[in-house]
């Protein structure tokens, strides 16, 4: 269930400024789940903070761009996102179960490019090109389709015969868990022939629950390898401790780190950025903590590169 802004601000004592929704251009946009999760009265909380439309993101800055990753030079058809060797992004929804502030999509012209429509133009070209190994559902969020339209989809990948891997990239099975797919795509995953990764996007221990825990288990039983990805965001997580306890906290729901991103430079997000030294300690300091496989790699995007950076 999605909830309006003044709900929110009702439920957990916060001061309402209703006109600043509107003037960020970027509506407020949570689930009851990641709500839930929330302390009342604690304007600090760091799940609040990446939901909760604040004045910062009115302050321009002339480093922080609307399309921050270069991602509409690299769109050869209408959906697809090509940028790396072998693999590449089918964006199968405008859509997300949350409205991260600080997202790098944040001005992103989904309405054109994202449309059903595209998706057969979308599978020629894969199909055309054998290099392509790996298909990455992403979005918006893949998780925000209705599932039988995402596993049609899924299945027409799947049909073609260099791709190996089926990867999806989804912030709901965290956000959102109650209303996550479990019908026709674990029956699909338990009887595909394609190898399947289910990246899912989380940033503070406090989003896993036991409602995720559940989830998790049951994508891992369907033949999904679980991995994490995580936005450095300055007073949400960047602290060594939190990050630490997130690594050991998605490991025992059966999820690995796999990257911990640099802020994409995206316009109305510059509050939430860590310094490039900043977060190169807090990188050290999680190797000294933590066992290998449990430290994520801090990355950043860089337009043009082929490859996400190491910092
Ligand atoms: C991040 C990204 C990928 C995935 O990169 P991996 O390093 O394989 O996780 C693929 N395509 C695009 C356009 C990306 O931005
Ligand atoms: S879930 Fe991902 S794509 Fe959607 S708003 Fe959040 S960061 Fe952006």
Known sequence: MMQPLAQLHKQLELNLDESLERETGFRFKAHTD??????????????????????????????????PVGDLNANPTPSLIHKYHG????????????????????HF????????????????????DNTIHEVILSGGDPFSL???????????????????????????????????????????????RLQKVMVVHCNHPNELSDKTAELMSVYRLAGFH??????????VNDCSETL?????????????????????????????EVDDATAQTLKKTLMESLPGYLVPKLVREIAGQPHKTPL
């Open 226 to 235: 679980l991995l994490n990805q995580s936005v450095l965001l300055k007073g």
């Open 146 to 192: 209705a599932e039988n339209a995402m596993v049609t989809l899924i299945e027409k990948i799947e049909r073609i015969a260099h791709v190996r891997t089926l990867r999806i990239h989804t912030r709901t099975p965290i956000v959102a868990p109650s209303k996550a797919p479990r019908g026709k795509l674990l029956e699909w995953a338990e009887n595909s």
């Open 34 to 67: 990641f709500i839930e999760r929330i302390e009342p009265g604690n304007p600090d909380d760091p799940l609040l903070k990446q939901i909760l439309p604040i004045k910062e993101e009115l302050r321009p800055h002339p480093d922080f761009k609307l399309d």
């Open 87 to 106: 693999r590449l992004l089918l964006m199968a929804s405008p859509k997300c179960d949350i409205h991260c502030r600080y997202c790098f999509r944040r």
């Open 109 to 128: 012209p989904y309405g054109e490019q994202i449309n059903q429509r595209h998706w057969e133009t979308a599978l020629q070209q894969i199909a055309d």
């Open 244 to 272: 630490a306890e997130l690594s050991h906290k998605l490991f025992s729901q059966g999820i690995l780190p796999y990257y911990l991103h640099q802020l994409d430079r995206v316009q109305g997000a510059a509050h939430f």
